[in-house]
């Protein structure tokens, strides 16, 4: 189901680096905090202008689709106390290139399933390169309205994700979905599209946010790009929108998350036993041009043409680098001027985002969100360097976090963040310096100050009881007071290993937990011959559920 989108908006653009004393940036321009530095008489502002437009794709459905949209109501959850918890569903729960819903049926049993155990909805990652795959403009979103359906009828909500990234390694991963191929063939003819870093690596998991605002891709630049695709989202969806679908995460790079792609996709799941400090990926062409005209603007163009000299290499102890150790360069005017800008230009990307989406999703009863990464096996050192290389300038005499909180907060957004069910007991036996527990409860102190809601999330594919009650320790550590901000949870993923007796038993307790009841009744309706929820126990539902 292909759905066309009108022509291109207008483009207007621009990427500067001012003094304080220089002229106002035009009103709809958006900008960000001004980047301080121990330069008190001077400072630089990074700013650009972005006209979209705001019309959007009328649509049409056929079959049983077309009916639901046309006739279906709307079913309401009974409201629940405590904490709801969603689970994200399979990288593969729509098929590539095809399009559509995988596993019909062991995917109705297992939201079934969900819906018994007290579950509140779903969280749906929509990619870009499987809706926008082929042609720019051209959507097929029959496989997530699926569904979108499918969780209505079950009692579900749905969190949707904006997933404008690469997911998995390469052609040979199972879980394989590249960016759309019209994108990777303009990546093709110009590689300054993809991230760098000194050793002129490329990664291609997400578009460098150096041509944010630049008209790269078949003229459109990618916020542009990702604008017109979460219009037509919102044009398709609307019949769900704030009824079923109550989340939306705003993809804002690598694996969804507001951050560089500094260490390589496949050694995020161990990296933190490695203690890989990163790379700085600030070497393409539109990067460097950014730095160098900051740093020509602070009349400092020794500043200019690269990253930090002395980061050395990847595994290397923080203390033998000249720019990560103790008192190394980090904590200098240089340190401080690069990682201003380098974080700074990473900030200006998450408003970009925000603001389009908050602009997109205006007037509807739906949750925005974006994602923080769970960087922490640096978290002990005084630089931080694994956190500094993914674009958060948070050391032990700086926070970070608080000013990604603020931006968020602006535009009415939910932080999402991961390694709740992370102990620094377990993960200091492998690495000393690393402290999960530090690095959450500094997101939740930055999201409390700023008065945002929040998402947890796990970062290991499966957990036991001990993780659960982590998770739940640390979820009391952000609700506990008056007036506190809303919390919820997002369980990484279902998979058949979820549906095995014993790992479903503590699923559903963590489940009956953060929800602080005793009972659950699943106050569904089916269609003409389904066995209702209440005559099916625990263990012969999970029987019958996914097989991923």
């Given at each position: 189901?292909?759905?066309?989108?009108?022509?291109?908006?207008?483009?207007?653009?621009?990427?500067?680096?001012?003094?304080?004393?220089?002229?106002?940036?035009?009103?709809?321009?958006?900008?960000?905090?001004?980047?301080?530095?121990?330069?008190?008489?001077?400072?630089?502002?990074?700013?650009?202008?972005?006209?979209?437009?705001?019309?959007?794709?009328?649509?049409?459905?056929?079959?049983?689709?077309?009916?639901?949209?046309?006739?279906?109501?709307?079913?309401?959850?009974?409201?629940?106390?405590?904490?709801?918890?969603?689970?994200?569903?399979?990288?593969?729960?729509?098929?590539?290139?095809?399009?559509?819903?995988?596993?019909?049926?062991?995917?109705?049993?297992?939201?079934?399933?969900?819906?018994?155990a007290g579950v509140e909805g779903v969280v749906m990652e929509v990619w870009w390169g499987l809706v926008e795959r082929e042609?720019?403009?051209?959507?097929?979103?029959?496989?997530?309205?699926?569904?979108?359906?499918?969780?209505?009828?079950?009692?579900?909500?749905?969190?949707?994700?904006?997933?404008?990234?690469?997911?998995?390694?390469?052609?040979?991963?199972?879980?394989?979905?590249?960016?759309?191929?019209?994108?990777?063939?303009?990546?093709?003819?110009?590689?300054?599209?993809?991230?760098?870093?000194?050793?002129?690596?490329?990664?291609?998991?997400?578009?460098?946010?150096?041509?944010?605002?630049?008209?790269?891709?078949?003229?459109?630049?990618?916020?542009?790009?990702?604008?017109?695709?979460?219009?037509?989202?919102?044009?398709?969806?609307?019949?769900?929108?704030?009824?079923?679908?109550?989340?939306?995460?705003?993809?804002?790079?690598?694996?969804?998350?507001?951050?560089?792609?500094?260490?390589?996709?496949?050694?995020?799941?161990?990296?933190?036993?490695?203690?890989?400090?990163?790379?700085?990926?600030?070497?393409?062409?539109?990067?460097?041009?950014?730095?160098?005209?900051?740093?020509?603007?602070?009349?400092?163009?020794?500043?200019?043409?690269?990253?930090?000299?002395?980061?050395?290499?990847?595994?290397?102890?923080?203390?033998?680098?000249?720019?990560?150790?103790?008192?190394?360069?980090?904590?200098?005017?240089?340190?401080?001027?690069?990682?201003?800008?380098?974080?700074?230009?990473?900030?200006?990307?998450?408003?970009?985002?925000?603001?389009?989406?908050?602009?997109?999703?205006?007037?509807?009863?739906?949750?925005?969100?974006?994602?923080?990464?769970?960087?922490?096996?640096?978290?002990?050192?005084?630089?931080?360097?694994?956190?500094?290389?993914?674009?958060?300038?948070?050391?032990?005499?700086?926070?970070?976090?608080?000013?990604?909180?603020?931006?968020?907060?602006?535009?009415?957004?939910?932080?999402?963040?991961?390694?709740?069910?992370?102990?620094?007991?377990?993960?200091?036996?492998?690495?000393?310096?690393?402290?999960?527990?530090?690095?959450?409860?500094?997101?939740?102190?930055?999201?409390?100050?700023?008065?945002?809601?929040?998402?947890?999330?796990?970062?290991?594919?499966?957990?036991?009881?001990?993780?659960?009650?982590?998770?739940?320790?640390?979820?009391?550590?952000?609700?506990?007071?008056?007036?506190?901000?809303?919390?919820?949870?997002?369980?990484?993923?279902?998979?058949?290993?979820?549906?095995?007796?014993?790992?479903?038993?503590?699923?559903?307790?963590?489940?009956?937990?953060?929800?602080?009841?005793?009972?659950?009744?699943?106050?569904?309706?089916?269609?003409?011959?389904?066995?209702?929820?209440?005559?099916?126990?625990?263990?012969?539902?999970?029987?019958?559920?996914?097989?991923?």
């Open positions: 189901m292909a759905i066309t989108s009108p022509s291109a908006p207008t483009f207007s653009a621009s990427l500067c680096c001012t003094r304080t004393d220089s002229a106002a940036v035009p009103a709809r321009s958006l900008k960000s905090s001004p980047i301080q530095t121990r330069f008190q008489n001077r400072r630089f502002t990074l700013s650009c202008r972005l006209d979209s437009s705001s019309s959007g794709p009328s649509n049409g459905f056929d079959g049983d689709l077309q009916y639901e949209l046309q006739h279906g109501s709307v079913s309401t959850h009974y409201r629940r106390r405590g904490s709801p918890v969603f689970v994200t569903l399979p990288v593969d729960a729509v098929s590539l290139p095809a399009g559509i819903m995988k596993r019909k049926k062991a995917m109705a049993q297992s939201f079934r399933a969900l819906a018994a042609l720019p403009r051209v959507y097929n979103w029959q496989g997530y309205l699926e569904i979108v359906v499918l969780a209505r009828r079950c009692g579900l909500k749905v969190r949707a994700v904006m997933a404008f990234h690469q997911c998995g390694t390469g052609p040979d991963d199972p879980f394989w979905i590249p960016l759309p191929q019209w994108v990777c063939e303009e990546m093709d003819k110009d590689p300054d599209l993809a991230y760098s870093d000194r050793f002129g690596r490329r990664n291609m998991e997400y578009i460098s946010l150096g041509c944010d605002v630049l008209p790269v891709l078949h003229g459109r630049s990618p916020i542009q790009a990702y604008a017109e695709f979460m219009r037509s989202f919102r044009d398709t969806f609307r019949p769900f929108l704030g009824g079923v679908i109550t989340g939306i995460q705003v993809g804002m790079g690598p694996a969804g998350e507001l951050r560089y792609p500094s260490c390589p996709l496949q050694k995020l799941s161990w990296t933190w036993r490695s203690r890989e400090l990163g790379e700085f990926q600030c070497y393409d062409k539109y990067m460097l041009a950014s730095l160098n005209a900051c740093a020509g603007e602070m009349g400092m163009r020794e500043w200019a043409n690269g990253g930090p000299i002395g980061a050395s290499n990847l595994m290397q102890d923080p203390e033998s680098t000249e720019f990560f150790k103790s008192d190394g360069s980090w904590n200098t005017p240089y340190g401080e001027f690069f990682l201003a800008w380098y974080s700074g230009m990473l900030l200006l990307h998450g408003e970009r985002i925000c603001r389009e989406a908050e602009t997109t999703f205006r007037g509807l009863e739906v949750n925005l969100s974006g994602k923080v990464a769970g960087i922490h096996w640096h978290y002990g050192t005084r630089s931080h360097p694994s956190e500094l290389t993914a674009g958060y300038y948070n050391t032990s005499i700086r926070d970070g976090f608080l000013p990604i909180a603020r931006i968020f907060g602006r535009y009415g957004f939910t932080m999402c963040c991961t390694c709740f069910e992370m102990r620094d007991a377990e993960e200091q036996q492998m690495n000393p310096v690393s402290s999960p527990e530090g690095f959450v409860k500094q997101l939740l102190l930055a999201a409390r100050i700023c008065d945002i809601p929040l998402q947890g999330e796990n970062t290991a594919s499966s957990l036991d009881d001990e993780s659960y009650q982590q998770v739940l320790r640390m979820s009391k550590f952000y609700s506990d007071g008056p007036g506190t901000p809303t919390f919820s949870f997002n369980f990484v993923r279902m998979d058949r290993n979820l549906f095995e007796y014993r790992n479903w038993v503590s699923f559903t307790r963590f489940v009956r937990q953060m929800a602080d009841v005793k009972i659950f009744r699943a106050k569904l309706g089916f269609g003409e011959g389904d066995m209702p929820l209440s005559s099916l126990s625990a263990s012969a539902t999970a029987g019958a559920v996914l097989a991923c």
